[in-house]
């Protein structure tokens, strides 16, 4: 999943499409079943996603695709405790972050000892 650029106000579809690796016509689906996810459409149809979007879109996919809940499940999620989900997804990021900077730090002094042995 890609970061969202620093100070932008409004996303296409596809780019947010993008940030979660799904096709723009599955954002079009969760907008139709989730009452949450609503962004803004231009005169002409053009979506635009907020962040607040995004964080939902976010919140959707981390229950469908990686926990693996079906769309009614994700709903009643959703609607039952939205705070608590959405802090559960906030520190399951934080922890693949951290885990991810673990092992980077792992590699980098596997790397130093191999060339001090050497």
Same mark, same amino acid.
């Given at each position: 999943m890609k970061k969202q650029k620093p100070g932008k106000l409004y996303y296409s579809i596809s780019e947010?499409?993008?940030?979660?690796?799904v096709p723009d016509s %599955?954002? &079009?689906?969760w907008e139709k079943e989730f009452p949450a996810l609503k962004?803004?459409?231009s005169p002409g149809?053009?979506?635009r996603y907020t962040a607040k979007d995004i964080e %939902?879109? &976010?919140l959707i996919h981390h229950?469908?695709?990686e926990k693996g809940l079906t769309l009614s499940g994700a709903k009643q999620a959703l609607s039952n405790d939205y705070d608590g989900t959405t802090r559960r997804e906030e520190v399951i990021n934080r922890l693949k972050e951290i885990r991810q900077e673990l092992c980077d730090i792992r590699d980098a002094i596997d790397k130093w000892?191999?060339?001090n042995l050497y």
């Open positions: 947010v499409a993008r940030m979660f690796g %599955t954002l &079009r689906f962004p803004r459409t149809g053009t979506r %939902t879109v &976010r229950l469908t695709k000892e191999r060339k």
